[in-house]
């Protein structure tokens, strides 16, 4: 009875791997190897030949057409065998490096309690001495480096949202907090921070295996003595660096443009530079995973591959697609009317919003209204928010405008103690271990239990952005664009099949924020569309920028209420057809038009001891 069942289990494995060859659009070896995590060298050659040619047995038209222009010959398969065991050290690893440093935290947090406990009654028995007036030297508050300023997380501590989804922090920090030591403590020097704006904030690259610890004073020294350069390894995990759009495909096309063409010449460009390590921008960066950031202001990069003629035509057909919304004059009016009042006095506003909210009608919904009652109720109203810290910026400022958009829909809103569930579910086929990015903002609905991610928000302080030098390979451009593609490949895996659903991210960078769109209409397309830009006031005396900002943020509602709209139709859908099954994709069609990500790029030295002379 239990060899039947095991071959039932072995039967079953070999339809899932056959199905994946049949629909994956890259079935080559090291793609099957990157699935199915082998162990021993001849029998998962086998296995793949056997799979493989089952696959060509069962494909018909374009799937059998792209099977055969698989290369993978005995001597392909023995260089991708080499390779993928390359891979899987340096995958065991980085878990082990993992491992080690949580294990590490754990043991720190324990033996912080437990001294914090000794300290308690010690303090009992001597009660002469007063906790204001005797401290030890390492409890004395410590000022605090500009390195450390936008470090605290993200959740707003004055609004309340309808949203029971905001979840504690992890076990870990839990422990630190109750032993009077928090992870951004001075004396915690093996914390893995939750949020770290140096670092942790900009991941573009891997923070998932590495602890930032504080610095003391001997390793800055350190610093000054020793420079390390560095280069990056960016064909990691299970993106595909070359690939060809075959004719069934769906291209997009403007007129005579191929789009989809010149597109993937970019693309091929820069894997190129990125093989020789020659990587200039972020635009770069972002099309090694295809996506395409299409920016009318660009004047480099792919406008130059494109043209201004082809250009001006490409960015017509977008605006066709994506209709700007505008307020209508009496918005505008009010807009203009309580900026102007605000600006010489605040406390004007209050008789001007009660006379407006008797205007409206109990069933209507006035956002014009309800953001600015929101700026009012939050707003600091004596100071100027440049100098605010990160997480005083997001609850002060960027918060009370963003809020009312989502607190009466069917969206839920996240803020940075959650990870995306995305960017978990795309780290995790590359190993089960890692740990997916924290956007400082995000909303999905919910059906069911799946969360459907359609909105997310990279979030800089203007003091962050004034005092750092940002490096192309830091920045949150390239954040947000790998988690916008994340959260569209969650969405197409989970079954929702029409091509018109829209992610959307906001990039926050001071008081200049940037409005994005995501689609997938076209194979190997991701379009990163910049929708528009908006300005977040900086005081009371220019809450005129509002209007620009209310206009932008209706849009993306628009485009992401339209999203959850089409998430509920395809999941309505599968549970109708009943010939859908958990263990084959809903969507195939869809899942082929997909690309898989590169994983996060590893930063290798080049050489370890170069000292000032």
């Known amino acids: 009875m239990g060899q039947v069942k095991k071959k039932e289990v072995r039967k079953n494995q070999q339809n899932v791997n056959i199905d994946w060859i049949i629909n994956s659009p890259d079935p080559t070896p090291i793609a099957f190897f990157r699935l199915t995590h082998p162990t021993a060298r001849s029998r998962a050659i086998d296995t793949y030949k056997k799979c493989f040619n089952l696959a060509l047995n069962r494909s018909k038209g374009a799937n059998l057409d792209k099977l055969k222009a698989v290369n ?42 437990t001294i914090a406990g000794a300290t308690k009654n010690d303090i009992g028995e001597h009660n002469n001495f007063t906790s204001g007036s005797h401290r030890m030297k390492s409890e004395e508050p410590a000022e605090e480096d500009e390195d450390d300023e936008d470090d605290e997380p993200l959740v707003p501590k004055r609004l309340k949202f309808d949203n029971s989804d905001i979840n504690e922090v992890d076990d870990i920090e839990t422990q630190s907090i109750h032993s009077g030591l928090t992870g951004y403590s001075p004396n915690n020097p093996f914390f893995i921070p939750v949020k770290d704006d140096a670092s942790g904030e900009n991941d573009v690259f891997d923070s998932s295996y590495h602890t930032r610890s504080e610095e003391s004073n001997d390793d800055i020294e350190l610093e000054q003595k020793e420079k390390i350069e560095f280069q990056y390894e960016w064909f990691v995990g299970p993106g595909i660096k ?272 940037s409005v994005f769109a995501m689609d997938l209409k076209f194979d190997a397309i991701y379009r990163m569309i910049l929708l528009g830009k908006f300005f977040l006031p900086q005081n009371i005396h220019n809450l005129n920028v509002l209007s620009i900002a209310i206009e932008e943020l209706m849009q993306t509602k628009s485009i992401i209420s339209r999203s959850a709209e089409l998430c509920f139709q395809s999941v309505f859908q599968c549970n109708k057809d009943p010939s859908i099954t958990s263990t084959i994709p809903a969507t195939p069609i869809r899942n082929r038009m997909a690309r898989p990500s590169f994983h996060t790029p590893i930063r290798v030295p080049t050489n370890h001891s170069v000292h000032n002379s």
């Open 72 to 113: 993978n010959n005995e001597e392909i398969m023995q260089q991708d065998w080499e390779i993928w065991l390359k891979e899987k050290k340096a995958i065991q690893a980085c878990r082990m490096s993992h491992d080690t440093n949580l294990q590490i935290q754990k043991d720190f947090a324990i033996t912080m309690k």
């Open 242 to 513: 070359e690939f060809t759009l075959n004719e069934n495909d769906n291209k997009w096309t403007v007129g005579t443009i191929d789009v989809s063409n010149l597109l993937l010449e970019y693309r091929n460009f820069s894997v190129k530079k990125a093989s020789e390590k020659k990587i200039e921008n972020a635009v770069e960066i972002l099309s090694l995973n295809c996506i395409f950031l299409l920016d009318e202001n660009l004047s480099t990069g792919i406008p130059e591959m494109i043209g201004p003629a082809s250009l001006k035509a490409i960015f017509e057909n977008i605006r066709s697609e994506y209709t700007p919304y505008h307020l209508s004059d009496k918005d505008v009016i009010r807009c203009h009317e309580i900026s102007k009042i605000a600006n010489k006095n605040f406390q004007g506003c209050k008789s001007l919003l009660r006379k407006w909210q008797k205007e409206v009608e109990e069933n209507d919904d006035d956002l014009v209204l309800e953001v600015f009652e929101s700026v009012f109720r939050y707003f600091p109203r004596d100071t100027n928010r440049a100098d605010a810290r990160e997480d005083s910026f997001v609850h002060e400022v960027f918060a009370p405008i963003i809020s009312p958009f989502f607190i009466n829909s069917n969206l839920k809103c996240e803020w940075s103690s959650d990870v995306l569930d995305p960017s978990t579910h795309r780290k995790r086929k590359f190993d089960p271990v890692l740990q997916g990015r924290k956007a400082d903002f995000s909303a999905y609905t919910q059906i069911k239990s799946n969360k459907y991610y359609l909105l997310v928000s990279e979030i800089k302080s203007p003091r962050y952005m004034s005092s750092k030098k940002i490096n192309f390979l830091d920045c949150d451009l390239v954040k947000i664009g790998n988690e916008m593609k994340d959260m569209l490949d969650k969405c197409i895996e989970d079954g929702v099949n029409n091509i018109d659903l829209t992610i959307c991210g906001i990039l926050v960078e001071g008081f200049q924020c």
